[in-house]
């Protein structure tokens, strides 16, 4: 892309659109250029490495910042629109700049014209060198140091990847207990010899720690996007969705199911079967046990950081008969009445 070419232009916003609008607008484009949709077309290829570089600089707030300063003029006065800061259509460089620091350049004059005669290349050059005092240092902010160190040369740099974004959902036995799962992302890398990108799909294999909660990230770093002209790739964020369990709820490491007896159970005592999440075990159940009542398995829940267990809850719920025979509805009302003392 030319280094006088507007970058605004180039997004098709204007110079005041927001970061959000920008976004947009580079989303838009790069969809309806990007080398997967518009498969040998160089023309399309072409256009999707220029709104790449446009948006390299615009989508980055301070990049923007300077790239505003330079399309304003900064310390050397307004060159306007998308024009390139080293020639004018008034002559020499620096041509057609009134109130620059120069002073008096107007029209087309030749700043350092006269006696000297020294073309533009040549000035800009000194100015490069340091031959003009602090003016070499604000060029190479601008513009890089060094042979070729111009503004599109800036946006030929290594720069990091973007990150990728996806959802992962996992059972609820590994969310306590910690395990591996894999999962399949799309990545974009450089096509060979430099030439339109290509996109493939890459399994990576992720690490899920015990305790991990619904909703938690994980971020993978160095397995993002590719990072353009040889940067570091960026990082893979993961949200974490835990699967609902039809028995089992947790409380940090601590875990929490049901467990049904019936009504004589309930009254009488008795035991009752208690799945946690590694056996089953016998649970002795005291006479007058009441519905919503909890009995704690210490150590049978999840594992904790410090390598000790969360406990396991059981929580009781009575079964209630849901027809009763004329005899056995006699039977209970005669219970009744014995525990309101009417016998």
Not at 34 to 61: C, T
Not at 185 to 199: D, K, N
Not at 234 to 263: C, M, N, W
Not at 324 to 342: I, K, M, N, T, V
Request: glycine share 18%; net charge positive.
């Amino acid at each position: 892309m030319s280094a006088d070419r507007d970058l605004y232009k180039v997004l098709g916003v204007g110079p005041k659109a927001s970061q959000e609008e920008i976004q947009k607008a580079f989303r838009k484009l790069a969809r309806r250029y990007h080398p997967d949709k518009a498969k040998n077309d160089k023309r399309a290829e072409e256009r999707f490495k220029e709104i790449s570089a446009a948006y390299d600089v615009l989508g980055d707030e301070k990049k923007r910042r300077e790239y505003d300063a330079m399309r304003a003029g900064g310390p050397f006065g307004g060159f306007g629109g998308g024009a390139s800061p080293f020639g004018s259509a008034g002559g020499g460089p620096f041509g057609g700049m009134s109130g620059g620091p120069f002073g008096g350049m107007g029209g087309g004059a030749r700043p350092f014209g006269g006696a000297t005669g020294r073309g533009g290349q040549e000035i800009f050059e000194e100015i490069r060198s340091g031959g003009l005092g602090g003016l070499g240092s604000l060029f190479e902010n601008f513009f890089g140091a060094g042979e070729g160190g111009g503004f599109e040369s800036k946006l030929r740099r290594p720069r990091p990847g973007q990150d990728i974004e996806t959802t992962l959902e996992i059972p609820f036995e590994m969310a306590v207990s910690g395990g591996k799962q894999k999962i399949t992302v799309r990545i974009t890398e450089p096509g060979p010899g430099g030439g339109a990108p290509v996109s493939t799909s890459k399994d990576v294999s992720v690490k899920i720690p015990a305790g991990i909660q619904d909703g938690q990230k994980i971020r993978l770093a160095g397995a993002g996007q590719a990072g353009p002209n040889g940067g570091p790739p960026g990082s893979l964020l993961i949200t974490i969705r835990v699967q609902p369990h039809p028995v089992f709820s947790r409380e940090g490491a601590d875990i929490y199911s049901k467990t049904d007896i019936d009504l004589k159970t309930a009254i009488l005592g008795g035991t009752a079967s208690v799945r946690t999440l590694d056996k089953t075990i016998s649970l002795k159940i005291p006479p007058g046990t009441q519905p919503g009542q909890k009995f704690r398995l210490q150590g049978q829940g999840g594992p904790k950081r410090d390598g000790a267990r969360g406990d396991h809850y059981a929580v009781i719920e009575v079964r209630l008969p849901k027809r009763l025979s004329s005899h056995q509805r006699e039977l209970f009302e005669a219970f009744a009445r014995s525990l309101r003392g009417d016998e």
